[in-house]
């Protein structure tokens, strides 16, 4: 039996939207992340599953594209699918459909599972026949996530992680960052009606307690952004361009 | 017709759960305000319906009770009701109960209507007969939100406003007052398994942009806070106690 694609219905909440009244960047991605670990959950290789061996998925790269930011109130539907996975990484794939069928976002996100004891990437092979047997033979719906170029930061903030920064795994949370980079915008590019594409690359985990260095070079029609630890170390790389 | 209580079924899900893998007081918090927000809006007289007339609901005071976290993917329903209004507030009451019947928290939240021309309160029979008709015959499960007594901050910290702190009326959104507030405090006491109160009253509303200083003044059994903006006025107070 072929598998298909998972589809979830949504409704855009009042706590997703800002005050254009249409669904945040981060509130459109922070949907697309729970879908994916209920997904897995649901299908017998989420991170409760993985751990009672001792293992966990980690993201390691997201796009995300969103055409526009949907109003209040507007119902939706998030499929998503895993296209295929190698030795390292597995590629799981989403499409955002308004209620009149019409493909406003998708994402394309590709993730490790690692070995919580020694914080390495396991071969995927170990994940078994769940994983496999949920492969959907349909190629992503976007370009893969990019890999991001040296930042030349022109403008910089700081972050101490706090309680409410962090995920069950005690690491910043994936939105946390996401929105600590693009916190560093022009608020009218937040809220602009254009479509925008987001890389963002996960390098390094952030830990409670850490003070993050954050760092944004902007363009015209692009933004840089990247994350460091105190160690100087960097944690996470990310672009956003807009049409 | 007497009105009866609205039930929300909800379950915890991964985005709303600590290391702990309980679900976070703000993430139960979050849901008690949506489901306020869900509620008003399905009879009639939410933020929605009350913009058209330029007027909008503000939270005044608002007190929740955790008797305990439930456990990451534990269905649970919220059940909330008006249980009277005055001419300025409005008393809207929950009760979350667990999936054997078991309640293990509550809230009772006050809420304001505003001219948000004017900023200032509206007479509630402005609302109209579909908030009357709402009003359901049962008492508030909690002491109502206590009034807190001036705050001597032994600690303290800063924090600018950005677009992932502000909501639809580009104030900031209540349940980041509260992770402000609670990121203060050691971690083992918000990973804590013991009951816990928090009251929270909203004095004034804070904008984008705005360097909020955050203070808390901790002892063994209850902590307060004091959250100000830059003109120095007080803008928030909140207390928590543990059993």
Chains 1, 2 share one sequence.
Request: glycine share 6%.
């Amino acid at each position: 039996m072929l598998a298909e694609k998972s589809i979830y219905r949504y409704r855009i909440e009042p706590q997703d939207v800002d005050f254009t009244l249409r669904a945040t960047i981060p509130a459109l991605g922070g949907v697309i992340l729970n879908t994916a670990g209920i997904d897995a959950h649901g299908k017998g290789f989420g991170v409760d599953a993985l751990n009672e061996e001792n293992h966990s998925w980690v993201l390691s790269r997201i796009a995300f594209e969103f055409d526009r930011r949907p109003e209040q109130y507007a119902d939706y539907t998030v499929a998503t699918w895993i296209s295929d996975y190698g030795r390292v990484l597995s590629t799981r794939n989403f499409t955002l459909v308004d209620s009149s069928g019409v493909e406003f976002g998708r994402a394309v996100s590709q993730w490790a599972m690692i070995d919580l004891a020694t914080r390495s990437a396991v071969d995927l092979s170990r994940v078994g026949d769940a994983h496999a047997d949920a492969i959907v033979d349909a190629p992503s719906p976007a370009e893969k996530p990019r890999k991001i170029r040296a930042v030349v930061p022109t403008q910089h903030c700081e972050h101490r992680v706090v309680y409410s920064d962090i995920d069950f795994n005690r690491h910043v949370n994936t939105m946390r960052y996401i929105e600590m980079m693009l916190d560093m915008l022009p608020i009218d590019r937040l809220t602009a009606e254009v479509p925008v594409r987001l890389d963002v690359h996960f390098l390094k985990e952030c830990r409670y307690g850490q003070i993050l260095a954050i760092g944004a070079e902007i363009h015209d029609d692009e933004a840089l952004f990247e994350i460091s630890n105190d160690e100087g170390a960097v944690a996470v790389r990310a672009a956003i361009g807009w049409r």
